[in-house]
């Protein structure tokens, strides 16, 4: 008599049946686990040798880079323009070549000079009091508060204290010596490090003092006597004016002018609101900044030199407080090389999340197997699309931003893993766990995850991939680099982890019943201690259990209307708080925020810079410069910042012609009578000046027809030959260089480019609307004056290049549109593949509005805490349509599948077998992201943050309104069911 049972015999019968790839894949892999996961480890290292052997170990020495646009009009004319203003002077020239030997050897040594005005650019304002330098961007700059919160520290008490503290951490370091502003004295040394400009030091100069440690109370109160009369001089401009020309001294006492000791009070060491409240009685001051002659600069060998000052003096802000004063905030210009040590640094923080993250895989799996497996399994995924995306793709550029992707993948590999290992349990339950089973077991949780998998690593693919059509480097970069992590996540986990899976259930579980005369080894005996200790898991499953069983079903079920009303109510709040209050703003900071907010030197940036008047743009007006003859660049790299392109110059341009003369005259005009135009500006208009000279006297009568010419427009070939004269007659009493406006030239002296400069009557600002409204006004222009100029100067174009606003401007309108198109085409995508995959419209419809309001809710949350729309957001935002898909999916596809018509039990269904796994996998992701919210580095703060949010978010919304949604209104049976005919239908 067989000793089979009728399941075992049904199990069998079902094994015979079973053909086709996925079996055979099956088969294979329960045959040869260990060999199919050692190939697979072969192949991955192999191709992450490949690919650290061709391009090495990213480099993130400049963290900003990639941080632009490339293909937008602004960034085609930035481009061209330092192109032009770098160009090699002797291939493309504002000097004319000449004959003359003594005039050539003059403008030849112009020629070849690479800066102009190189003399002013090395001259320093010097202080009269002691000829060092006076306060500048030079200088480390360091922001002191009271640590007693007295209400002013312009007090004798918190100003000997700064200077000791200054003292103690910078002039006192063995490092000072080495890098300090020298002054020259008197004596056996010849040479000494210059005073550092702080308040306490101020003081003491006022009071005819050296240092500012021998200041008394009487010091500080005939300071405060000195400043109040002088404080309405300074807020009304005459103190500047003053200092600038003598001139505007007369009106002014004599103790506010001497030795420029008041003004540098006013300007560099207090907050510009210390002079309003001085004038009006008011001597608080809540903090001042200390300017320390130590160089600091870009290059690498000063830098160094100030980072050892930093971390030896100010890294342990215990050392930056006495109990008097305290240092809140440093400008060392330090931020991208300490940027850089963090990014490695706070590793740390990754690692821990990491480590708990496989805590919590090894407490749901109860296999110490398969969760290294899962931690190989991401590791494989990061090592698997660096090759493919720098060796495969060719992607020539690695921002830091792509390291965003280990922490997205933490989570998204997690929740594939418990997803897998729940469909690998019910699997079991359904074909049962003996060896001989294995096969059937593999085979179906494979193929269900093969669907499962697919919609929510397709869909958050594809919504990374779409984000390539950004603007933007570092977001295009990214989006290529994560997308391809999740996909090769997804293909990992059908393949490294049933290899896993095989092994554990092969070689390390205990079967109850064994075969008689079976014999146990040692390694069995080893296995079967575990076992036993595992024994008591099942107690603590006691009370998940009951929730998942019991208690959620209760909670979904009969208060179902309330959720679908709570959380339709959260999407719309969402939707408020994005588009009307407080609304989703551009960032106005100029700088890209690289660290925390409570690093001191993003405080610097943030809170002090602001109300110090030094810092401020406030007087900076925008130029314009107007460009023929130069081509914006067309050819550049857009995934590499560092190709720029080639200079092109326009075949169509001619200046010479009587109708280029006749237009340029009449433009210029025309830019007067604009509302851009600045009235103080003379003889920005090359065309004028030129006219101009050619009416000058003639010194002989040699027929010379570059003077006393009144006929314009000149002919061409007079123009040709004179404007050459006028260059050279031009360039020999000012220094001309590439920065130079007016005409370039090529060997044989015919004119190839021109451009016109002049400043804008518009102050430089960096709020999106108003230079939008300047930049439109511009554009207007000059779209209107190329419509109707001659042939030769149709190809030109105007560009702005102060304090590189205009990027900015450029980046702000990449990031509105990115962020915008990303979204919507990523929900749209979202939804197509919902369709496809699950085939069900109900289904599909259901979910896609789910995970809309899962985003929109979270980044009206986001919004709420204070989030503006930068670099960084938009690579978050870039991931919100992926994150919010994965739980709705699983529950929907579960919904599907389940073997039964009735809505209500489908329900039940989707939430006993995948409501545990989601809900761990959320955990998991959360905790994950709560310890990256330590971070200095801010992107991986800022990214724990959006993923506790939007995993929040997303396990609530999936799990109380999408299976609210299907207990109420889901599909019964073939409902809503789309077959290949009814898609045809539709497509026909």
């Known amino acids: 008599m067989s000793d089979q049972t009728p399941e075992d015999i049904q199990a069998t019968t079902e094994e015979d049946n079973k053909v086709g790839f996925l079996y055979g894949y099956s088969k294979s892999i329960d045959r040869f686990p260990i060999l199919i996961s050692v190939l697979l480890f072969l192949v991955t290292a192999s191709g992450g040798t490949i690919a650290f052997l061709i391009h090495g170990i990213p480099n993130f020495d400049e963290p900003i880079l990639g941080f632009e646009t490339r293909g937008t009009t602004l960034s085609s004319r930035d481009l061209a323009f330092v192109k032009l203003l770098q160009q090699n002077q002797d291939d493309l020239s504002p000097v004319p070549y000449t004959e003359d030997d003594n005039l050539s050897e003059v403008l030849a040594l112009q020629r070849r000079s690479s800066n102009w005005n190189n003399e002013e650019r090395g001259k320093r304002q010097t202080s009269p009091v002691n000829k060092c330098p006076l306060p500048s961007d030079f200088n480390m700059k360091i922001v002191f508060e009271s640590s007693n919160g007295a209400s002013s520290l312009f007090e004798l008490e918190h100003l000997k204290s700064i200077c000791r503290q200054e003292s103690k951490l910078i002039r006192q370091h063995e490092a000072f010596l080495s890098g300090c502003f020298m002054k020259t004295v008197s004596g056996p040394v010849t ?6 400009w702080s308040l306490g030091y101020a003081v003491a100069l006022l009071n005819n003092k050296t240092f500012c440690e021998n200041i008394t109370q009487i010091d500080v109160g005939r300071a405060k006597d000195i400043l109040i009369p002088c404080s309405e001089f300074y807020i009304s401009g005459a103190l500047t004016e003053c200092l600038n020309s003598k001139d505007s001294c007369a009106d002014i006492p004599k103790d506010c002018t001497t030795n420029g000791i008041v003004h540098t009070i006013f300007h560099y060491l207090t907050p510009v609101q210390f002079a309003s409240n001085l004038n009006n009685g008011n001597d608080a001051l809540t903090y001042t900044v200390s300017f320390s002659p130590f160089i600091t600069c870009v290059f690498q060998s000063c830098q160094e030199r100030v980072e050892i000052i930093y971390k030896d003096s100010f890294q342990d802000t215990k050392c930056t407080d006495d109990s008097i004063t305290k240092i809140v905030a440093l400008d060392f210009t330090l931020k991208s090389k300490i940027f850089s040590d963090l990014l490695i640094s706070d590793f740390f923080y ?126 295009k970069c990214f989006a290529v680099f994560a997308g391809t992590v999740v996909g090769a996540n997804y293909l990992y986990t059908v393949t490294w982890l049933p290899c896993m899976m095989v092994i554990h259930d092969k070689y ?194 040699n027929g010379d027809p570059c003077c006393e010419n009144l006929h314009f427009p000149f002919r061409t070939e007079t123009f040709n030959y004179c404007v050459v004269k006028f260059m050279l007659n031009f360039c020999s009493r000012k220094q001309c260089s590439s920065y130079t406006p007016g ?57 702005s290049q102060v304090h590189a606003q205009l990027i900015f401007y450029d980046l702000q309108q990449g990031l509105t549109y990115s962020t915008t198109m990303t979204l919507l085409v990523s929900l749209t995508v979202a939804f197509a593949v919902l369709v496809l995959t699950t085939r069900n419209i109900y289904i599909s419809i259901y979910a896609i509005v789910t995970i809309t309001f899962i985003v929109f809710s979270t980044i009206g949350c986001l919004v709420v805490i204070g989030w503006e729309l930068n670099i960084f957001e938009s690579l978050t935002f870039t991931l919100a349509v992926g994150l919010a898909v994965d739980f709705t999916v699983h529950y929907g596809v579960a919904y599907i599948v389940a073997p039964f018509a009735d809505r209500r039990k489908r329900v039940l269904f989707a939430i006993e077998v995948l409501g545990p796994s989601v809900a761990v996998a959320s955990v998991s992701t959360l905790t994950a992201g709560a310890i990256m919210i330590s971070a200095v580095v801010r992107i991986y703060a800022q990214i724990g943050m959006f993923l506790v949010i939007i995993i929040a978010n997303s396990w609530m919304f999936s799990t109380f309104f999408f299976l609210s949604l299907c207990f109420v209104i889901g599909p019964n049976g073939e409902a809503g069911k789309l077959s290949v005919a009814r898609f045809s239908d539709l497509l026909c």
């Open 191 to 196: 040479e000494e490090c210059c005073p550092t």
């Open 743 to 799: 005409l370039r030239f090529d060997r044989d002296n015919s004119i190839k480019a021109m451009y016109l400069n002049l400043e804008s009557s518009v102050l430089l600002n960096y709020q999106f609307t108003p230079v939008d409204e300047f930049w439109g006004n511009v554009s207007s222009f000059m779209k209107e004056q190329m419509s109707r100029a001659p042939t030769g100067l149709r190809g030109g174009w105007a560009y």
């Open 508 to 701: 390390f579980v205990i079967k109850e019943r064994h075969q008689d005369g079976e014999k146990v080894n040692c390694w069995k005996r080893l296995i079967c201690c575990l076992h036993n200790v595992d024994k008591y898991y099942k107690y603590l499953l006691i009370a998940p259990k009951f929730f998942f069983n019991v208690v959620l079903p209760k909670l979904i079920t009969t208060v179902r209307s309330f959720w679908i009303s709570i959380f339709l109510l959260m999407g719309v709040a969402g939707l408020v708080a994005i588009f009307y209050y407080p609304k989703l703003k551009l960032t106005e900071g100029s700088e890209i925020q690289l660290l925390s907010d409570k690093h001191p030197f993003e405080k610097y940036v943030k809170m002090y810079s602001p109300n110090l008047a030094f810092e401020s743009s406030e007087g900076i007006h925008f130029n314009l410069a107007f460009v023929w003859g130069i081509l914006p660049t067309t050819d550049s790299n857009s995934w590499d910042p560092s190709d720029f392109g080639s200079l092109e110059l326009d075949p169509n341009f001619n200046f010479g012609s009587n109708d280029s003369q006749i237009w340029l005259a009449e433009f210029c005009k025309n830019i007067k009578l604009q509302s851009f135009f600045n009235e103080d500006q003379n003889n920005f208009c090359y065309i004028d000046e030129f006219q101009e000279w050619m009416r000058k006297p003639c010194s002989s009568f």
């Open 350 to 475: 990754l690692a821990l999340g990491t480590l708990l993250v496989f805590v919590i895989i090894w407490v749901y799996t109860r296999s110490l197997l398969i969760t290294f497996g899962s931690i190989l399994n991401m590791i494989f995924s990061v090592t698997f699309a660096y090759f493919f995306y720098s060796v495969v793709f060719n992607v020539p550029f690695f921002p830091f931003a792509n390291f965003a992707s280990l922490i997205l993948i933490l989570g998204i590999g997690a929740d594939d893993t418990f997803v897998f290992v729940d469909l690998w349990r019910a699997a079991q339950i359904k074909y049962g766990t003996l060896p001989e089973k294995r096969v059937l077991v593999l085979e179906d949780s494979t193929r269900h995850a093969l669907k499962t998998l697919f919609v929510t690593s397709f869909t958050t693919s594809s919504a990374l991939y779409v984000t390539t059509l950004s603007n933007i480097i570092a977001i």
